[in-house]
């Protein structure tokens, strides 16, 4: 048997809504939200801007120099880069 309204006026509040009284009389539930630690900010390593052929010494140099900064990216993200070692001696 649904309840019935009180008479008179404009219903307000959780008298509308005559099971929401709990929720409205809860306590505040901020000591359980434990300390705030901010996520880790994770680059993405551009491993596919490694040409795989060179065909002169300036292209080598350059390639080379890809690879040392994408291997520099994934050893700063070993503890947030799954399988980061396996990324770097895949191929």
């Not at 019935?4 to 000591?31: W, Y």
């Not at 065909?55 to 980061?84: D, I, M, P, W, Y």
Request: proline residues 11%; negative net charge; contains cysteine.
């Amino acid at each position: 048997m649904p309840a019935t309204p009180p008479l008179g006026g404009e219903l307000r509040g959780p008298a509308s809504f005559p099971l929401l009284d709990r929720i409205a009389d809860m306590e505040s539930v901020e000591h359980l939200a434990g300390d705030f630690v901010e996520p880790p900010i994770v680059i993405p390593v551009p491993l596919t801007e490694i040409p795989s052929v060179v065909h002169n010494f300036n292209e080598v140099s350059n390639a080379l120099q890809k690879a040392a900064e994408v291997c520099t990216l994934l050893a700063n993200q070993r503890g947030l880069v799954a399988e980061s070692y396996a990324l770097i001696t895949n191929d």
